[in-house]
C-alpha cells in the first residue's frame, strides 16, 4: 500500500476554512484516496474519499491534484468538534485501510 | 450512516487472564472486519482481517496464538487476547462495511481501552 506524507499539526481559527494537505507521490492509478479523522478516544469517523475528481459532501470538500500525488482535505468553516486527528489514506487492491501518523488539527475559538 | 458497536468499551484484567472484545455491525452484515491497535499518541496500527467463515489473516509481527480471531457470524467478530500482559494495554477498534471495497466508506467501532495489571 503505498504511504502518505501529512504535517503532524496544524492550527485554525473557528468559523474560518482548513485546508488539510496531503502528499501521495507513489500513488498507483487504481488508488482511491480516504479521509477519516479521529477525535480523542473514539474510533475513526469517515470523512471523504475520491479517485481523480474533486468531491464535496456534507462534511468536506476534497480537493485532487491532476496528477493524483496530492490532496487537499478542506473543510469550509471550522467548528471547534473539527478538532481531531486527520489520517489521510490510500485504499487500494488489498481494501485495507493503513493508518499514518495524520494531522492534528487544533481549532481555536 | 451503518453502526459498528464494539463491547466492552473498557476492560480491566489481571496479567496472565484472557479478555474477549466484541465487534457487531448492528445494521448491516459485514463479510470482513478488521481490528486495529492503537498505543497512546500513536496512529492505528492494522493486527488482522477478519473474515466470516475462516480464518482471520493476520499483519507481520501480529501473533496469531495471542490475538485470537473469531467470525462465526456475518455481524459478529470477536477479538481475544489471550494470557494479556501490561504491554497488551492498548485501544483496540474494529471496521466493518457492508460493501467491500476501495471505494468504500469504513465504519469504526468507538473502540475498547484495555488495562492489563
Known amino acids: 500500500d503505498a504511504k502518505t506524507t501529512q504535517p503532524n499539526s496544524m492550527e485554525s481559527n473557528e468559523e474560518e476554512p482548513v485546508h488539510l494537505p496531503c502528499n501521495h507521490s507513489t500513488i498507483s492509478g487504481t488508488d482511491y484516496i480516504h479521509w477519516y479523522r479521529q477525535l480523542p478516544s473514539q474510533g475513526p469517523e469517515y470523512v471523504i474519499h475520491?479517485?481523480?475528481s474533486n468531491v464535496n459532501n456534507r462534511m468536506a470538500s476534497l480537493a485532487i491534484a491532476e496528477d493524483r500525488k496530492s490532496s487537499t482535505l478542506i473543510l469550509h468553516r471550522a467548528t471547534l468538534r473539527d478538532a481531531a486527528v486527520y489520517y489521510c489514506i490510500l485504499r487500494g487492491a488489498t481494501n485495507k485501510l493503513i493508518f499514518g501518523t495524520g494531522t492534528l488539527l487544533a481549532v481555536q475559538p | 450512516g451503518a453502526v459498528v458497536s464494539q463491547h466492552p468499551s473498557w476492560v480491566i484484567c489481571k496479567s496472565g487472564t484472557s479478555v474477549k472484545i466484541e465487534c457487531r455491525s448492528l445494521d448491516f452484515q459485514a463479510t470482513t472486519m478488521f481490528w486495529y491497535r492503537q498505543f497512546p499518541k500513536q496512529s492505528l496500527m492494522l493486527m488482522a482481517t477478519?473474515?466470516?467463515?475462516?480464518?482471520?489473516?493476520?499483519e507481520q509481527g501480529v501473533e496469531k496464538d495471542k490475538f485470537l480471531i473469531n467470525h462465526a457470524s456475518l455481524t459478529l467478530s470477536t477479538l481475544t487476547v489471550t494470557s494479556a500482559h501490561p504491554e497488551d494495554s492498548s485501544f483496540y477498534i474494529c471496521?466493518?462495511?457492508?460493501?467491500?471495497?476501495?471505494?468504500?466508506?469504513?465504519?469504526f467501532g468507538q473502540g475498547t481501552r484495555l488495562t492489563v495489571v
Open positions: 475520491g479517485l481523480t
Open positions: 477478519s473474515n466470516e467463515g475462516s480464518k482471520a489473516t493476520y
Open positions: 471496521s466493518a462495511e457492508p460493501f467491500m471495497g476501495s471505494n468504500t466508506e469504513a465504519f
